[in-house]
């Protein structure tokens, strides 16, 4: 089945520094993949996303690219925010249903410390 | 104003005292979707709805029920509630489940069954 592996939290970062948080998906054929954002007390929200192979999501100053040679969409920053602290999800859509069925990844809270 | 809204936004409840979440949005959305969150697990999929009338089971569908009566509505019905089920739910909606489409996540019910 398919699966979704993201870096395990929380990360404490300080304010200005770069961002990594690791995602590996396993799934067959070509699924869509994002990156989805909850704020404290809050729903997630669709922070980016990539339908296709090399393609590259951006929003808010956030990245991700779509390799598919090695399966991952590593979201990245340059220059973190203390307004970034949330918890971040990678998710992927089930090629074989559209995106009725998303898989998503264990979560990655993030912290910002000024 | 888009909304997705559900309520209660909080319960506390006993084994086998049967309760409905409500689910509604204003956007027109064919599709609508209940997950719940717990730690470690990240996001999983309850059940999701196609259209009116159209619904289908997710990957953990046991001990829950589902309608769509009405395009706006989609409620969660627990019959007989169960410790197990203590968690964070979340609505989503979005347009016919196309490649890559966002969803849109309501605030979340966090539910406590003693």
């Known amino acids: 089945g398919n699966s979704v592996t993201q870096m395990e939290g929380p990360v404490t970062l300080s304010e200005e520094a770069f961002l990594t948080i690791n995602c590996t998906y396993t799934a067959t054929g070509y699924p869509s993949l994002f990156w989805y954002v909850q704020y404290p007390g809050e729903g997630l929200q669709l922070l980016l996303k990539a339908t296709k192979a090399d393609d590259k999501g951006s929003n808010k100053g956030f990245e991700a690219t779509y390799r598919k040679e090695t399966t991952s969409f590593h979201l990245e920053k340059g220059s973190v925010q203390v307004s970034d602290s949330a918890v971040y999800f990678c998710a992927l859509s089930d090629p074989n249903f559209g995106n009725e069925k998303l898989t998503f990844g264990t979560g990655t809270r993030l912290t910002i410390i000024p | 104003e888009a909304q997705v809204t559900q309520n209660p936004r909080y319960l506390i409840t006993v084994t086998g005292k049967k309760l409905t979440v409500t689910c509604s949005q204003n956007m027109n959305h064919e599709y609508m979707s209940w997950y719940r969150q717990d730690p470690g697990l990240g996001l999983r999929q309850i059940y999701y709805?196609?259209?009116?009338?159209?619904?289908d089971k997710g990957d953990v569908p046991e001990g829950y029920k589902v309608s769509r009566k009405e395009k706006r509505n989609f409620p969660l019905i627990l019959e007989s509630p169960s410790p197990n089920q203590t968690s964070l739910y979340f609505c989503?909606?979005?347009?016919?489940?196309?490649?890559?489409?966002?969803?849109?996540f309501g605030p979340g019910t966090r539910l406590t069954v003693l």
């Open positions: 709805s196609m259209n009116v009338e159209v619904t």
């Open positions: 989503a909606t979005g347009l016919a489940a196309l490649r890559g489409n966002e969803q849109f």
